[in-house]
Structures are given as structure tokens and as C-alpha cells.
């Protein structure tokens, strides 16, 4: 080993890892097919080497009880973490995933997992003083696909006033946008995705989120062969995650491509959809999954199914995932911060035109948190 290797191995060593719990109130009360929502929570976490250079990590943790998270990355991973090499990644996934395996494979548990690797790998790409989607293989050049997420169901929100808010995705370059579905009834909801279509013209792509609406599939074929008049892109989570079966079933009666695996952790649960050939699209989380680790291997099992990547949500961390990643196709993108309100704890937000993103040229993740911010939606201190 050179000096200069050795210099950089002993740098890495960790010498904090702090966590902390956000709750941050929404403007306007938002509902989805199966949940009402007020607030949302965030787990936040830092690790810094003994060289000085941090990395970042942080997930959705649900609208209540997001400390459940935080505690996992205190109670038990930390001290595991103090004096390793942040730049043995791969060894420190497998410690971890061991240590937690009698507390949860899933959920809360595999989060707190996801959010640590997901800050060593922001870590070390500040280290080597690259943006995070170089070095992780920088596959695209500047910008990447984007689609504007958003018509969730608000009080008093007609089909109209849902059709002028995708038309304004639309008139802001974006040539693909998403909306919900699931709420209501069946001529309710065709009332709407009619109107979104309408609105939006027959060339930009309309992508559907039941989240996890129907339990049976007769029911989920009576909605869908009535959107499917309305050319959707896709219908993504039709049923439970854990109903694989069924979704392996609507996606043979149906030309419409199905998407799922936003709360779906580990390679071997996505290998089952794969092999049952439950979707076409991974909508893989890095921060629920097992992290950038295991998103990595999970896109590349997807890409040996011809199965492409649009992963969920944090639009932040994803960006530099879909830019690093062959079959990785969008981004979904969250253009004001009234859903994906996490944006009002960063320091700097993504820049975007003609419906794409523009990658991040500053080293790791490319921001930060606000710390202003987060001492206002604070829960607890770091620790």
C-alpha cells in the first residue's frame, strides 16, 4: 500500500455518526388513495471522518414515530460505524445488514441502514471531491429525464382545478407528469384522469399512482380497463407490496405497464417482481431499499430483465442514481415543496428545463442541510 493510500484509508476512519428527527407540518392537509397526511417526518443523519469530510443521509419516515428510524441508526449501528473505514462500503453494508437482521429486514430498521450508506457514500465522493453520480459511474451527460409529481387529492379540488395544476407541470417544460388515483369511485376517478388527459394533450406521457388502492384484482381490472382509453404511461402500486401475485396477474391483462418497489427493501424481494414479472418499472427507493448499495444491485438484476429504474421520490438523491445508472430512466421531481416538503430543509434545490434535470456539479450529494431548518422542525437533538 502506497503512502498516499494509506493516508487516505486512515483519514476515512469515522468518527461521528449523529442522527435527529424532523417533523415537518404540510401547508394544506394531502390524501392519496389510503392515506391522509398533516405532517411528515424525516430521519436525518451525519458521519464525519477523522479528515474532516461529512457525508449526509436522510429518509421519509412516515408521518408519526419517525425517531423509530433515528433510534435504529443510534442503538444499532453506531458504535459499530466509530473508527471504521467509511471507504469499505460494501464490508460495512454486510456488518450492518447482520446486526439488524432479528430487528427488521424492512421498514424502519433497513431505512436506518439505508440512510447510513447512503451518507458514506456521500462521504466519499466529497472526499474525492466528485459529484456523487460521477463517482458513481457517471453514465449521463449534464441533465436527465424528469417527471413533475403531484395531483394529490386536496379538499374541494375538482377534476378542473386537477387539470390546470398538470397543465402547469406542462407549461413548465415537463413532458411527463403524475397524478393520484384510487380514492374514489370508478366513474369518479375517470372523470379526473379524463380531465388530466385533456388538459395536458395526447403527447405528453400521463402516469397513475394508486398507492396500494385495490385488494382484488377484479376490482383493480374494472378501474384499469377504464383508464386504459387514456393511454396512461403507467399504473404504479395497484395493490399491497406485499401482493406480488397480483400484481404479476393485472400486468398480464393489462397494456398498461404496472410500477412498483417504492417501499420494497433488499435485492431478493425486487427478484420476485422481476421474476414473476410483476412490473416493468422499479420504482426503487435508495433511502427505504438498503441504500445506494443496494440500489445498485438491484438496478443491475432489473437490467438483466430488460426492467428500467424510476426510482421514488427525494428527486436530491436520485438524480445523481438515474444519471449513474444505464436503465434508469426518470427522475420524479417534486417542483414546490408542498408534498415533498424535505425540500425546506436543503440548502440548494436541483435546477430544471424542458422537462429535465440538470445534474449536480458540486462534490457528493451537491447540498446540504439547512441547519436554520432543521433546528425549526427539529423533534430531537443530533445524537
Known amino acids: 500500500m502506497s503512502k498516499e493510500v494509506a493516508t487516505a484509508v486512515e483519514g476515512s476512519r469515522i468518527e461521528s455518526v449523529q442522527a435527529r428527527t424532523i417533523s ?6 394531502t390524501a ?35 425517531s423509530i428510524v433515528t433510534q435504529a441508526v443510534r442503538q444499532l449501528h453506531r458504535d459499530r460505524l466509530k473508527a471504521q473505514s467509511a471507504l469499505q462500503v460494501e464490508g460495512l453494508w454486510v456488518d450492518m445488514y447482520q446486526a439488524s437482521l432479528l430487528h427488521g429486514r424492512t421498514g424502519s430498521v433497513m431505512r436506518a441502514l439505508s440512510i447510513i450508506d447512503i451518507a458514506l457514500w456521500d462521504r466519499n ?8 453520480s460521477q463517482y458513481l459511474g457517471g453514465y449521463a451527460k449534464g441533465s436527465v429525464n424528469a417527471y413533475a409529481s403531484g395531483g394529490y387529492y386536496l379538499d374541494g379540488k375538482t377534476p378542473d382545478k386537477l387539470a390546470q395544476e398538470l397543465a402547469g407541470y406542462v407549461s413548465l417544460g415537463f413532458k411527463a ?30 402516469m397513475l ?8 384484482l377484479p376490482t383493480a381490472l374494472e378501474y384499469v380497463k377504464r383508464y386504459e382509453r387514456y393511454d396512461p404511461y403507467f399504473i404504479e402500486e395497484p395493490f399491497s407490496p406485499d401482493d406480488i401475485n397480483n400484481h ?33 418499472i422499479l420504482q426503487t427507493d435508495a433511502a427505504v431499499c438498503g441504500g ?13 430483465f430488460g426492467v428500467s429504474m424510476y426510482p421514488h421520490w427525494f428527486h436530491d438523491l436520485h438524480v445523481h442514481l438515474v444519471a449513474s445508472t444505464p436503465n434508469a430512466e ?54
Open 24 to 29: 415537518v407540518p404540510l401547508d394544506h392537509p
Open 32 to 66: 392519496f388513495s389510503t392515506r391522509h397526511v398533516t405532517a411528515r417526518e424525516y430521519a436525518l443523519v451525519k458521519i464525519r471522518s477523522i479528515d474532516g469530510h461529512e457525508g449526509i443521509g436522510f429518509c421519509y419516515a412516515g408521518s408519526h414515530s419517525g
Open 125 to 132: 465522493a466529497r472526499a474525492a471531491n466528485l459529484p456523487l
Open 177 to 206: 407528469v403524475k397524478m393520484k388515483i384510487g380514492r374514489l369511485s370508478v366513474q369518479e376517478e375517470e372523470a379526473r384522469i379524463k380531465a388530466a388527459r385533456e388538459a395536458i394533450g395526447d403527447d405528453v406521457l400521463l
Open 209 to 216: 399512482d394508486a398507492n396500494n388502492a385495490w385488494r382484488d
Open 248 to 280: 404479476a396477474q393485472l400486468a398480464r391483462r393489462t397494456a398498461v405497464p404496472i410500477a412498483t418497489g417504492e417501499i420494497e427493501a433488499g435485492r431478493w424481494r425486487h427478484q420476485e417482481l422481476l421474476e414473476k414479472r410483476a412490473a416493468m
Open 292 to 304: 445506494i448499495t443496494e440500489w445498485k444491485r438491484i438496478a443491475a438484476s432489473a437490467a438483466g
Open 330 to 383: 426518470y427522475v420524479e421531481f417534486f417542483p414546490d415543496d408542498q408534498v415533498l416538503n424535505f425540500r425546506r430543509v436543503v440548502d440548494t434545490q436541483l435546477e430544471f428545463s424542458a422537462g429535465m434535470l440538470r445534474v449536480p456539479t458540486a462534490p457528493g450529494l451537491g447540498f446540504r442541510f439547512d441547519e436554520q431548518a432543521v433546528e425549526r422542525y427539529a423533534l430531537d437533538d443530533w445524537a
